[in-house]
């Protein structure tokens, strides 16, 4: 008696169609093959050696891993008949039709045999029918394949969420499953990441410090949702950050609430290899959903990654990057690193001019400079006199750094107290549990008291200076100016933290000449944002 393997295979485009037409569910339709593949060859006198199932593969895939095992018995000669219901069953793919019906299964001394198609390579008149029948399978792939993009891209343009997953900081809508909304507790990490990186935090020490607060990464926190989500590319299980997914977060348009979608596609519907789509062809739709962060300080954190060509070890980038002109040909001069490991000094180095400078250097003659002007406003802080530059004055520095730093400090001590009032939102609603939100909680109260106490401190240096910029009661107070300025100048030129705030927020371009060996001296110029 002749052994023949049964292969049943049904599609999630079959599952699709038969449901909208009020047909059986899956399992009853491969029931359904099977029942009717083994009336046949009890019919034909043969023994079934096995059934072979797949469900919910395309007929294209060429990894099922049913038919996959199917071939290996084929070729080890465990049976010599396949048999399917239709040649689409076996393979939807001309390659494969070829490779197997018309080559390997004869060599291999298998016969195969369609029921419904009347394919039977035993009959030789028919495989020009079995031909046709490859191709008709193959045309109606390539239709599918290119009818389904269009649908997609309609909904992409009607700025709709196609994704299996959403964004990290977003979920879908209960009511809508193609809309985001704000995921409260994620959205802080989000808002959290971008504010340290606004700061001048590099990628790695953003992961760090999130690792450092216990914070899960997406993949981790998704599993913890009870999403089955899996990144392929993740190194380990542990939740822990890295600078990779930090930085997708932070080149994100999503959070800006911009649906940016079509990155990526699929070169051809008979394999999963997927290509890199240009930025031009994205498709971008605004205003589709709650933004997390607002589209200035997305394009300033923008701004800070381009012009930043390399972080150091600690994460942090120099004060200076990117801002670093020749003034001889107006290239940005980009950081190198000599000399022996225990003893390496920095330079910024123009790659066409050849020239350089010592990075230690230049960043102590802007610190100096800025601390000029700084002394001069506690000095004269009645009185706008002139500071070291012609026309710029110290109280004009620090004024326009005061602005900034307050207006920061204010910023986030906002976005604190409205995440704690969403978080405690959630909580009271069942949503979230004090659990899951401890840690985070924990981290938006330390960061809002941090953000008060830096106010307090701006506010009370300001009034003491006698400026009263942003006294409370609006009075000079020049008593003691003295001690206050002494006191001032400390608090100013002591932080380090406000050194580096002072060069983003003050410096707009510092231009480098050659250094006259002769006068062993190198003019630097700044060019202030204000």
């Not at 037409?21 to 019919?43: C, M, P, T, V």
């Not at 469900?55 to 084929?74: I, K, M, T, V």
């Not at 909304?181 to 959205?187: F, N, S």
């Not at 066409?352 to 250097?361: A, G, I, M, P, W």
Request: hydrophobic share 35%; net charge positive; glycine share 6%.
């Amino acid at each position: 008696m002749m052994k023949c393997a049964i292969y049943c295979r049904l599609s999630k485009e079959d599952v699709v169609q038969a449901e909208s037409a009020g047909f059986a569910f899956k399992s009853e339709s491969i029931r359904n093959q099977r029942d009717l593949l083994l009336s046949y060859a009890d019919e034909m006198g043969w023994e079934v050696y096995k059934v072979y199932v797949d469900e919910d593969y395309s007929g294209a895939d060429r990894n099922r891993p049913a038919f996959l095992q199917l071939l290996a018995d084929a070729e080890a000669g465990r049976f010599s008949i396949v048999l399917c219901k239709t040649q689409s069953r076996f393979t939807r793919d001309m390659e494969l039709v070829e490779r197997y019906i018309h080559d390997l299964f004869p060599r291999w001394g298998i016969r195969f045999v369609a029921l419904l198609d009347h394919a039977d390579t035993e009959v030789r008149g028919n495989k020009k029918a079995r031909q046709i029948n490859g191709l008709v399978n193959e045309w109606y792939l390539e239709d599918l394949s290119e009818n389904i993009k269009a649908v997609l891209d309609n909904k992409r343009r009607k700025g709709e969420f196609i994704g299996s997953f959403p964004p990290y900081g977003y979920k879908k809508s209960s009511a809508n499953r193609n809309r985001l909304v704000i995921d409260p507790e994620a959205a802080e990490v989000v808002r959290l990441i971008f504010s340290l990186a606004s700061r001048g935090y590099g990628k790695r020490r953003i992961a760090d410090t999130l690792n450092s607060m216990r914070i899960p990464n997406p993949t981790k926190y998704k599993s913890q949702q009870g999403l089955a989500y899996v990144n392929s590319m993740a190194r380990d299980e542990t939740g822990l950050w890295n600078r990779t997914t930090v930085g997708r977060i932070l080149s994100n348009e999503v959070y800006t609430g911009v649906m940016v979608q079509g990155k990526r596609r699929k070169l051809s519907y008979k394999h999963s290899h997927v290509i890199e789509v240009p930025s031009d062809n994205w498709i971008r739709v605004e205003g589709t959903h709650e933004a997390i962060i607002s589209k200035e300080e997305f394009e300033l954190v923008r701004q800070q990654l381009c012009q930043r060509r390399r972080e150091g070890k600690k994460g942090t980038p120099h004060m200076l990057a990117g801002k670093v002109i020749c003034s001889h040909c107006g290239s940005i001069m980009r950081k190198i690193t000599n000399g022996c490991k225990n003893r390496q000094y920095e330079y910024l180095r123009c790659d066409r001019c050849k020239t350089s400078v010592k990075l230690d250097l230049l960043e102590e003659e802007v610190r100096s400079r800025i601390s000029n002007y700084i002394s001069q406003f506690c000095s004269h802080s009645k009185d706008r006199q002139p500071g070291p530059e012609p026309g710029i004055s110290g109280t004009d520095i620090v004024e326009s750094l005061s602005h900034h730093m307050l207006s920061r400090c204010r910023k986030g001590i906002r976005q604190c107290v409205k995440a704690l009032e969403a978080i405690y939102i959630d909580i009271s609603t069942g949503r979230l549990t004090r659990e899951q939100s401890r840690d985070i909680i924990s981290s938006l109260v330390s960061r809002k008291e941090e953000l008060e106490k830096q106010q307090r401190d701006i506010l009370e240096q300001m009034k003491k200076s006698g400026a009263g910029l942003y006294a409370e009661n609006g009075s000079d107070n020049m008593n003691g100016k003295k001690s206050v300025s002494n006191s001032g100048l400390h608090f100013w030129n002591s932080n380090n933290d406000f050194m580096r705030e002072a060069s983003a927020a003050l410096v707009d371009t510092v231009f480098v000449e050659r250094k006259d060996i002769t006068a062993g001296m190198q003019k630097v110029l700044i060019r202030w944002t204000f």
